[in-house]
Structures are given as structure tokens and as C-alpha cells.
């Protein structure tokens, strides 16, 4: 048993791909891209049903890699993410992932129920966290529903600039890879709400890192 923080997510509309074996590749390669710069417990699998699992140590973590995923994705594959802090454990090894039990799983799929009930209202919400700290589950719950309205208004370039720079590409790189000028650049990250997710993407990065110290202490 142990304390982590467990992701689920769900293909939004997966019967309507026009093809599901590359839209699972994406995913897939998507994962693993995130997770080279947000290091999970456990990486990415698939389970039944259109689903992906991953563990990773703290819900800062988690954050950070829900977004990773939500810029890198391309135009017409979306996931719908339930998060859940507390505990996991891992009953026996199955054919394709672990198979186990927890609060911490509990939690994300009461998550992503809950993100499924907001969809009837606002189309735009798309992640959603549950924890048995109320307090917690609330600001996080709240930070998630400003960050999915602000990607849900971003254009292909403003999300490939924002996936560019949390990979640690530089405003001058994106802007030679886009054929723009760096003020551009900066201009589209400030206009798009990017440079607030980077901001705080840095700020979780430090809260994660300085939460793992105490465990470790």
C-alpha cells in the first residue's frame, strides 16, 4: 500500500475516430513524451474501455502531466482526466497493467464522473480531481476548470508554442520553428493565457519537488 495519486483517462467520442488504432498510438506516444519530462511511479498503460492509467508521486504531478498531454495531443483526439489522491495497492500483475485497488482509484473515477456531469454544462471542462482532503479537492478541482477553459480557447499554434516551451524549447527556438519573430512568440503566450500555465506549471514543479523532500526526509 502506499500513498500516490492516481490518473484515469478516457478517449472523449472514441467511437467516432475515423481510425482508432492511430488515435491510440497518439495517445500512446503522447504519454511517453510527457512522462520524459513529468517521472510517473508507474507509466502510462492501457486498460479496457478506450482507458489509460498512470501513478505518479503528488498531485502537483499530476497537474503537470494532465498538461503535458492536453498540448501535446493533435486536433481531434481529446481524454478526459479523473484524478485521485490517496492510497494504491497493487493486488497481482495482469495481462496488460497491474491490477489494483485504493481510495486513490476511487477517487479519479469518482473524478472523472464528476468531469462528465460538468460536460453536460460546459463542453470545455475536461479534468477533474477528488481526494479525501475536501479543501484540497476543491482549489485543485477549481485550478483545473480555469486551465481546461483556457486550453479549450487556444488555437494549433498557441498549443504547440505552450508544448514547446514546457519541453524547455526557448521563445527564439519556437519562434524559428514557427517562422515568426520572437516578439510574436511572446505576444501569443501572454494573449493565450500560455505564460500563466507555465508559470504555474514552474510553481507546482517547485511545490512537487519540495513535498517529495519531507517524504524523503
Known sequence: MMQAVGIIADIVDSR???DRSAGQRAITDAFAEAETAVSPIRPAWATVGDEFQVIVAT?????????????LLPDGIQLRYG???GQINTIEQGESGPIQDGTAWLNARA???EVEARQQRRDDVMSGFCS?????????SAQLMVRDHVLGRMKARERRLLSALLFGVTQQEAARNERISQAAV??????SGAMALLDVDDMLAVSSDSENSKEDA
Do not use: F, K
Not at 498531485?59 to 498540448?71: F, H, P, V, Y
Not at 479525501?132 to 485543485?140: F, K, N, R, S
Not at 511572446?186 to 494573449?191: C, G
Open 16 to 18: 467516432e475516430m475515423a
Open 59 to 71: 498531485w502537483q504531478d499530476s497537474l503537470r502531466l494532465t498538461l503535458r498531454m492536453q498540448a
Open 83 to 85: 484524478i485521485g489522491a
Open 111 to 113: 473524478a472523472i464522473d
Open 132 to 140: 479525501d482532503d475536501v479543501d484540497l479537492a476543491t482549489a485543485v
Open 186 to 191: 511572446s505576444q501569443t503566450l501572454h494573449r
